[in-house]
């Protein structure tokens, strides 16, 4: 993951793309230009945390068409779109799908920069929060599945005792399986643990299944 | 022994002198005049004649006695008419009073009448000698046709046959026509068997309506002449002067030679007005038919001439009052019907006399414009030229409808002219404003595409001036920048501009001003103001230029205008296809003097039985379409004098073909820049 944000802008008119990407790297963005959907698709270093700016008429795919299957492919980067002229069921889609922001030009260019903050800030937020499910997902993995089992009762609340009863083993050994469950997963409190386990549930039951 | 007046004895009787045809140039010769009724016995002065009758009685009366058989009335054969005139056959009042009476004479199968006709010739003939002779002649011929009925016309011959009647015809009725009541009153009473309507004519009726009608006269110029007839004519004449129109001064040309009469009438003023019977006989003892010396005396005169006679009316004289002759004829033929018919003559009712009549000449009247309001409605007018509708009815209507017809169709052709002018011009204003809404409204539908291309150099020059601001923030010297971007906006604020200017080119309203352009310059245009729309809907839009230039004359906004919609129409047909397929060729082609565009899609083409109706308007296969595109279209080519039609190609897609006249003689033409 590397630190500085990069943003994308896909626009098939050169001449504002060139006076775009002169703003935008005068702000202090590091910004990369593409002329087309494809271009971006192919050209784009996806790893590096960032937001784009989209026209909606492109050659080729439109700006929405790759809006919406950037997000079918999970990715995250926040779009902020940025066209000549917008209509109310091109506005509608875009914010549905998930848009920050949608400009038309000429935009001035505090708007932009405050839309492209805001992407920015929820691309880190987005990251961050998949950051911290991915390490759960993988404490998680490392669980056995009588673990599994201690936390998910540890999460109900219940006690050792309760749980030992239930699970018919020793209260030892459920001590014992607590203690290494906390571990594999690194919290140091059982209030800990169980907000661990809200986060859990609550990450989407793709991300569960497909894990 | 019916014989007309035309017979060759009528021509005989009437051998008056006649006038050198120089002066009786206004009469018609046919019609003398006559003197056959107008008043008493006028030419054998009733004294000798009574001598003749004395002196010749004796020789009837031994006649007579001979044993002449005096025939009698027999209902069952042929009833014998003896008509005995006084004057000359031809005078015109014998002519006309005689075609009354054998009119007014029945004859039919069952009652058979024979009319026949004599006359004493008076007064060429008399004298004792000459009555014995008429007498013997009349008696003879008659022997077997003994008369049933005697008719005397005029007073000579009533005067004769009253004398002879026991000698000629005993106890056979008379007649008597044409025979003045003052004469009657100046005769001894009449015999019994003597029968007739007098006759009833004055002058001074005629004088006065002449005052009437000429008001500045105040001269009555009389012309007679010196026979018996004329002087009883003037007689009657002083007779009436008490009651002509007070402060008339009467001036009588009685007994001048007729060359001097026809030079005083010929110096009159209009202070006078003529009157005249005519002249029998003139001063220098010339004998003439009187109705040529009226004719010779109203060509002369420079004063209006009235005369008392009807006959005397149609030869120069502006008219009169008078009895009609013909009247008066038919009067006595109905006493001689009822005679025949076996009526007993002092038992006949019989009829009054005939009232005056005025009979005018209408060309006189014309001549010395006598209003026609003045002229009486009982009036009998004649020469008046008829109506041309009576006259010729059939002419007139095939005439009148002819030039109805002929008009009717001149104004339909005007007015159809007309309607059409209006027609067209209406037309074309509409079809200017027709086209210039339906550019708006396309306009309209492409806002998005206008605005996006507007906007993006627009979006283009405000980010390099906001870039340009923060390099100037910047401590280093970046002018190099700054300028590469100022360029940069020069270059964006001319797209926008060009952008502006080729929509308001076609959106701007403006007057037809025809001129040679190039189509290729056209599909260029349209092209660039489509450009947006066509990425927009995701078409590819691609025209193909002619190598060479298309020339044609008109107005390139309305043919940009007709392409547009073409080719919107054919993004609209391509709309939801695959990738592939949302293609639009336009090529230009020139061929034969003939230019075409030509619009190629590859989209579901046209259904066969849309495509007669695709460019008529209102027909629409579109949910939302007015059906006005195609419409519009097809006006704007045909104003062009091109046009426009619709194919299925070969394949796939609709092929619409716009083609207009091209321009000739541009050979040298330079060659259209790349």
């Given at each position: 993951m590397s630190a500085t944000p990069l943003v994308h802008v896909v626009d098939d008119d050169e001449s504002f793309r060139t006076a775009l990407l002169r703003l935008l790297r005068e702000a202090g963005f590091e910004a990369r230009g593409y002329g087309s959907a494809g271009e971006f698709l192919l050209r784009a270093p996806v790893e590096r945390p960032g937001c784009l700016v989209l026209d909606l008429r492109l050659p080729g795919p439109s700006g929405l068409e790759l809006h919406e299957a950037l997000r079918a492919r999970g990715s995250t980067l926040p779009v902020v779109f940025l066209t000549g002229h917008a209509d109310v069921p091109a506005v509608v889609r875009a914010m549905k799908g998930g848009a920050v922001e949608f400009l038309t030009k000429p935009v001035e260019r505090?708007?932009?920069?405050?839309?492209?903050?805001?992407?920015?800030e929820r691309e880190t937020r987005q990251r961050t929060a998949s950051g911290e499910a991915a390490a759960l997902l993988a404490g998680w993995k490392t669980l056995t599945p009588?673990?599994?089992?201690?936390?998910?009762?540890?999460?109900?609340?219940?006690?050792?005792?309760?749980?030992?009863?239930?699970?018919?083993?020793?209260e030892r050994t459920v001590k014992l399986y607590r203690a290494n469950t906390m571990a594999k997963l690194g919290v140091g409190s059982a209030a800990e643990l169980g907000r661990m386990v809200e986060r859990l549930r609550h990450l989407s039951e793709e991300m569960l299944t497909s894990a | 022994m019916d014989e007309t007046p035309e017979s060759p004895r009528a021509r005989l009787f009437a051998e008056g002198r006649r006038l050198p045809a120089s002066a009786a140039r206004v009469g018609t010769p046919t019609r003398g005049p006559g003197e056959w009724?107008?008043?008493?016995?006028?030419?054998?002065?009733?004294?000798?004649?009574?001598?003749?009758?004395?002196?010749?009685?004796?020789?009837?009366?031994?006649?007579?006695?001979?044993?002449?058989?005096?025939?009698a009335p027999a209902a069952e054969r042929v009833g014998n008419v003896l008509v005995l005139y006084s004057y000359p056959w031809r005078l015109p009042i014998n002519v006309e009073g005689d075609r009354g009476l054998h009119e007014a004479?029945?004859?039919?199968?069952?009652?058979?009448?024979?009319?026949?006709?004599?006359?004493?010739?008076?007064?060429?003939?008399g004298g004792p000698a000459y009555e014995a002779v008429v007498v013997k002649y009349l008696r003879e011929k008659y022997v077997a046709k003994a008369p049933d009925v005697l008719v005397a016309v005029g007073d000579v011959a009533l005067d004769f046959l009253l004398t002879r009647r026991t000698l000629l015809f005993p106890g056979v009725p008379i007649v008597y026509a044409g025979v003045d009541q003052k004469t009657l009153q100046s005769m001894p009473p009449l015999p019994a068997g003597v029968i007739g309507v007098p006759i009833d004519h004055t002058y001074y009726p005629t004088i006065n309506l002449a005052f009437r009608w000429h008001p500045r006269a105040h001269r009555l110029v009389a012309v007679t002449g010196t026979s018996e007839v004329d002087r009883r004519i003037e007689a009657q004449l002083r007779a009436e002067l008490p009651r002509v129109k007070p402060g008339v001064t009467v001036e009588l040309l009685a007994g001048l030679p007729l060359d001097e009469i026809l030079r005083r009438v010929a110096g009159l003023g209009q202070d006078a007005v003529v009157w005249t019977a005519g002249v029998f006989r003139d001063g220098a003892n010339q004998s003439f038919v009187p109705r040529d010396v009226v004719a010779a005396i109203a060509a002369a005169s420079?004063?209006?001439?009235?005369?008392?006679?009807?006959?005397?009316?149609?030869?120069?004289?502006?008219?009169?009052y008078s009895p009609s002759i013909y009247g008066i004829g038919r009067q006595a033929g109905e006493i001689v019907n009822d005679l025949l018919d076996g009526?007993?003559?002092?038992?006949?009712?019989?009829?009054?006399?005939?009232?005056?009549?005025?009979?005018?000449?209408?060309?006189?009247?014309?001549?010395?414009?006598?209003?026609?309001?003045?002229?009486?409605?009982?009036?009998v007018v004649k020469f008046k030229p008829p109506p041309l509708l009576e006259a010729y009815p059939n002419d007139v209507l095939v005439a009148v409808l002819v030039a109805l017809l002929q008009t009717a169709l001149i104004g339909w052709l005007v007015v159809e002219h007309h309607r059409?002018?209006?027609?067209?011009?209406?037309?074309?204003?509409?079809?200017?404003?027709?086209?210039h809404a339906s550019r708006l409204a396309v306009a309209g539908e492409l806002t998005a595409s206008i605005a996006h291309e507007i906007n993006q150099p627009l979006g283009a020059i405000l980010s390099n001036a906001d870039a340009a601001d923060l390099i100037l923030e910047s401590p280093n010297d970046r002018r190099d920048e700054i300028r590469t971007i100022l360029a940069d906006i020069r270059r964006d604020d001319r797209r926008a501009s060009e952008v502006v200017r080729q929509w308001r080119g076609l959106l701007a309203k403006h007057a037809l001003e025809p001129r040679a352009f190039d189509l290729n310059g056209v599909v260029r245009d349209v092209e660039s103001l489509l450009r947006a729309e066509a990425r927009r809907r995701g078409v590819a839009l691609r025209i193909q230029p002619a190598p060479t230039p298309a020339e044609t004359v008109g107005d390139p906004v309305q043919i940009q205008q007709a392409l547009i919609n073409v080719v919107l129409n054919a993004m609209d047909a391509v709309a939801g296809l695959p990738d592939d397929r949302r293609t639009i060729t336009v090529p230009v082609e020139c061929v034969d003097g003939r230019v075409t565009i030509l619009v190629r899609d590859r989209g579901h083409g046209i259904a066969p039985a849309d495509l007669p109706r695709l460019f008529e308007p209102f027909f629409s296969t579109k949910s939302g379409g007015m059906g006005l595109?195609?419409?519009?279209?097809?006006?704007?080519?045909?104003?062009?004098?091109?046009?426009?039609?619709?194919?299925?190609?070969?394949?796939?897609?609709?092929?619409?073909?716009?083609?207009?006249?091209?321009?000739r003689g541009h050979d040298d033409a330079p060659p259209e820049p790349a």
């Open positions: 505090e708007a932009l920069f405050e839309a492209l903050r805001r992407a920015l009588r673990e599994r089992e201690v936390l998910e009762l540890i999460a109900a609340g219940k006690h050792n005792k309760q749980i030992a009863c239930e699970l018919g083993i020793a | 009724s107008q008043r008493g016995p006028p030419l054998l002065p009733v004294a000798p004649s009574t001598r003749v009758v004395a002196r010749l009685a004796s020789a009837w009366v031994i006649a007579a006695l001979l044993g002449v058989a005096a025939p004479i029945r004859t039919s199968a069952e009652r058979p009448v024979l009319v026949c006709d004599e006359t004493l010739d008076a007064p060429r003939f420079t004063a209006p001439v009235y005369t008392s006679f009807d006959t005397l009316i149609g030869n120069g004289t502006v008219g009169g009526g007993a003559p002092g038992t006949l009712r019989l009829p009054r006399p005939l009232p005056q009549r005025l009979v005018v000449d209408w060309r006189q009247a014309r001549r010395w414009e006598i209003p026609e309001n003045a002229i009486p409605s009982e009036a059409r002018r209006r027609a067209e011009a209406v037309r074309e204003v509409q079809s200017l404003e027709l086209a595109g195609l419409a519009i279209t097809r006006t704007l080519v045909e104003s062009h004098g091109g046009r426009i039609w619709a194919e299925n190609g070969p394949g796939e897609g609709a092929r619409f073909h716009i083609e207009l006249p091209a321009v």
